[in-house]
Each structure stands twice: as structure tokens, then as C-alpha cells.
């Protein structure tokens, strides 16, 4: 016996040894002919699951058997059944929750009827082009195989000595590494202190925490351990002149983490104060798009979040994972409720926390610590507490300029492979009717 899960989606094969069998002689099933359409009408595979059948077989009440006259060809209704007109219709006539639709419904489905000899010849064309698919989806396999096994070398090359020759090495040999996944590992080297090298006469990132702290100690963690002594908090280990602090301890000593407005209110007609909101907070940018004002009173009942330039800002509710620094020319916007304001010390490069709150390690520590049940946010106190590590300053900007060079690199090579692909999507579409012209 046939089920829903023995037909494919638009394949003649069906799945016949299933180990479902019907008793001699119990008729509560029904039985399609050889030749005969089927298509499931109920389900999440309603009007997609479609097969044909090559021997008489009990099939699945949720099934449709379309056992065909004659003068018409069983393979052009198989492939009339596929199309995106016919699902359209069928999908219109849907009902129930589950979602089916009912045989009566089915059966008052238009289908275009061409003669006899014509279904034929449009069933050796389809049969054609299908096999073409087919053929390019079994190449396109074997050459992701092969790209795979080369991009995981060319990741690890680029690991070692992260350049924009290996990257674009790594860019155009593997059609199996997004944009996105290089933008990960460029940031994932960052912060384990792998994109540039160390030079042993840099100031070391922990005099830049005494510093800061004016030479007190480093502050303590809620379990009572230095913040010297977590780094087996963190997935990686820090390189030689590194240090940890948590990031509340990085702050300008006159100013804290904070999250902006509450409730915008009506939108002043006239003058008024930008307010950014996670919307314009992006991944590495902001964006001002759709930005919009609050009145200059409500602005100043919230003074500790107007914005000065050079702060980090990071989405702590709605459209997590943007983060941007701020630049001058936003001197004196303000923030909504679902952003935070970190406003770096200046013994730190603002760009750099940046890129260590880009990256994935300190994503995923996001991710773990989100809090709510309706609308998911991220404590404040939590985030105080997050660990980042301090390279020495001069690195830091090393670091900070290597990850802008690299990333550039990586959009400029996205836009060449979007275009790329764009080209090679044109010339397919074009031999598609090339061979469809020809009869």
C-alpha cells in the first residue's frame, strides 16, 4: 500500500516496499491502476506530494487517484498537477485547519486539455528539461563536494595568516562559505588575537586596566574571583600582553550603561531630537533610515543617554545582534528603550569593543542570557558583567584596521558573486527558452 510519505515531490518514483500490506480481499482500501496520478489532498504535503504509479497498488485515504481516459496522456496530467497555476487553484480550495481540500472541490479544477499529440510532444520536452535539472543538481553536488574539502584547507589557511589574498582565495573557491560565515571568522580572529601579530613592545592590556581602575585592583565578580582569574570563562585563550575585564569596568568613569526612552510619545512636528532605535542599530553600522524624533523635553528627562560620539551602542531588545559606534556628527541624539549606550573609556578604542561585541563569541553570550517570555531582552546587569579581552592599545587599532580592510574586501567580493550569479541565472533562463522554442 501507498501513503503520503511514499510519494515524492514531483518524482515518478514511489516508495512500494514500505512493509505496509493490505489483507486478500479487505476492501476498505481503494486500489489505482498502473499509470494512474496521485496527489495528496490533506496536510502540509497537500498538492506538492505528486507521483505516478507503475503497477495497480492500494493506496492512503489522504491521496487522489486520477485514473486517466483516453486521449490523455498520464505523465502531461503528472506535470499539469506541478504546476504553479494549478497548485494556486487547488491551494484557493483549502480548507480545515490541518488543511485539505475536499473531492468534490479537487475535481472542479480547471485543466488545460491540449490534443493528444501535443501532451506527448510537451511530455518529451519536459521530460527533457527535467533531466537537465537533474544532470546540473548532480554536477552542482560533486563540485560543493570538492569545494567543501577545499574551502576547510583554504579556512585553515586563512586562519594562520589571515591576508586579502587568501581571503579572496577562500571567497571564490567555495560556493559552500556565505558572506556571512567569513564575516564570523574574521571577527572570531579578532578577538582571539590571530588577525595581526603581537609586538612584545607594546604597552601591555593590563596596564591600560590599572589605568583605568587608577591603579586599584581589578574589580570582583559576583562569585568573588578576579576578573584576572575568568579566563576559563572564555572559549579561547588570550594571547601574551592580553588582558580581561569585565565590560562594565571600561567605562568612562562619569557615565554607565545605560538603555535610552521608554515611550517615544507623538513625534514633534517641529525641532525635536533624533532618537535611534534598534532599527537603526545594524550589524557594524547605523543605519538612518526611518529615524525619527522625540520632544527636546523628553530627550533631557533621559540626559544620561544623549549621545556624545564615539559610544557603542548594541541592541538589547527587538532586532538583536545590531551594534554600531557612534560618530560625531550624531552628537546629541538620543536612544530608544530597546538600545543600550556603552560609553567606552578612552584609554579603550570604542572600535575594537565593537568588534569583540560583533563577534560570535560575544553573540552567543547574547544569546544565552536573554531574558522574557513575550518580548526577549537582555539585562543591563548581565551585560555589565560580560568579559572582553583587552589587547594592548596599539593593537587594538591594528586589529580595528585589519577587520575594516577585511571586511570591505569581503562586501566587495559579495557584490562581484551576487552579480556573478545574477549573470549565470540570465544565460539559464535564456537556454530554458531556447530549448522550449525548439519542437
Known amino acids: 500500500m501507498i501513503a ?17 500490506k493490505v489483507p486478500p480481499g479487505d476492501t476498505r482500501f481503494k486500489v489505482a491502476t498502473a499509470n494512474a496520478v496521485l496527489i495528496c489532498a490533506e496536510g502540509g504535503s497537500a498538492g506538492r506530494k505528486i507521483g505516478v504509479t507503475d503497477r495497480d497498488i492500494c493506496f492512503g485515504n489522504k491521496l487522489f487517484a486520477n485514473e486517466v481516459c483516453e486521449g490523455i496522456h498520464h505523465r502531461y496530467i503528472f506535470y499539469v498537477y506541478q504546476a504553479p497555476t494549478f497548485f494556486k487553484g487547488f491551494a484557493a480550495r483549502m480548507t ?24 506527448k510532444r510537451i511530455v518529451a520536452k519536459v521530460d527533457e528539461l527535467m533531466a537537465l535539472c537533474d544532470r546540473l543538481e548532480a554536477e552542482q553536488e560533486e563540485r560543493e563536494t570538492r569545494y567543501t574539502a577545499l574551502a576547510r584547507a583554504s579556512l585553515a589557511r586563512f586562519a594562520d595568516a589571515p591576508t586579502p589574498a587568501n ?55 559576583g562569585n568573588g574571583s578576579s576578573e584576572c582569574n575568568e579566563q576559563a570563562k572564555l572559549p579561547f585563550d588570550l594571547p601574551s600582553g592580553w588582558s580581561l575585564s569585565q565590560l562594565g569596568s571600561i567605562l568612562l568613569p562619569t557615565r554607565g550603561i545605560s538603555y ?7 513625534e514633534p512636528q517641529q525641532d525635536g531630537v533624533f532618537i535611534l532605535r534598534c532599527s537603526n542599530v545594524r550589524f557594524r553600522r547605523i543605519d538612518l533610515n ?17 549621545l556624545e560620539g564615539g559610544e557603542v551602542l548594541i541592541n538589547v531588545r527587538g532586532t538583536l545582534g545590531g551594534c554600531a559606534v557612534v560618530p560625531p556628527d550624531l552628537k546629541g541624539y538620543n536612544i530608544a528603550r530597546e538600545v543600550a549606550v556603552i560609553p567606552v573609556h578612552t584609554e579603550i578604542d570604542p572600535a575594537f569593543i565593537l568588534t569583540v561585541i560583533a563577534s560570535p563569541y560575544f553573540q552567543g553570550r547574547v544569546e544565552e542570557n536573554l531574558r522574557g517570555i513575550a518580548y526577549e531582552g537582555l539585562n543591563l546587569g548581565l551585560l ?13 587599532k591594528r586589529i580595528v584596521a585589519k577587520v575594516d580592510q577585511l571586511m570591505a574586501l569581503v562586501d566587495q ?11 549565470a541565472a540570465n544565460l539559464l533562463e535564456a537556454l530554458v527558452a531556447e530549448l522550449t522554442t525548439q519542437a
Request: glycine fraction near 10%; charged fraction near 20%.
Open 96 to 119: 480545515g485547519i490541518i488543511g485539505g481540500i475536499a473531492r468534490s472541490a479537487f475535481l472542479s479544477l480547471p485543466i488545460p486539455i491540449p490534443p493528444l499529440a501535443e501532451q
Open 290 to 306: 526611518g529615524i525619527r524624533k522625540v520632544t527636546e523635553q523628553l530627550s533631557s528627562e533621559y540626559g544620561r543617554t544623549i
Open 384 to 396: 555589565r558583567d560580560f568579559l572582553v579581552p583587552i589587547p594592548p592599545f596599539a593593537e587594538q
Open 413 to 423: 567580493l559579495e557584490a562581484q558573486l551576487a552579480t556573478s550569479r545574477a549573470t
Open 167 to 221: 581571503l579572496d582565495f577562500l571567497f571564490h573557491s567555495s560556493f559552500s562559505i556565505q558572506p556571512s560565515d567569513l564575516r564570523k571568522s574574521i571577527l572570531t580572529l579578532a578577538v582571539q588575537g590571530k588577525l595581526v601579530t603581537q609586538n612584545p613592545g607594546d604597552e601591555p592590556g593590563e596596564t591600560i586596566l590599572q589605568r583605568i581602575h587608577s591603579g586599584a585592583p581589578p574589580k570582583k565578580t
Open 4 to 20: 503520503t510519505k511514499d510519494v515524492g515531490y514531483g518524482r515518478d518514483a514511489l516508495v512500494y516496499d514500505n512493509g505496509l
Open 260 to 266: 535610552g526612552v521608554i515611550k517615544l510619545g507623538a
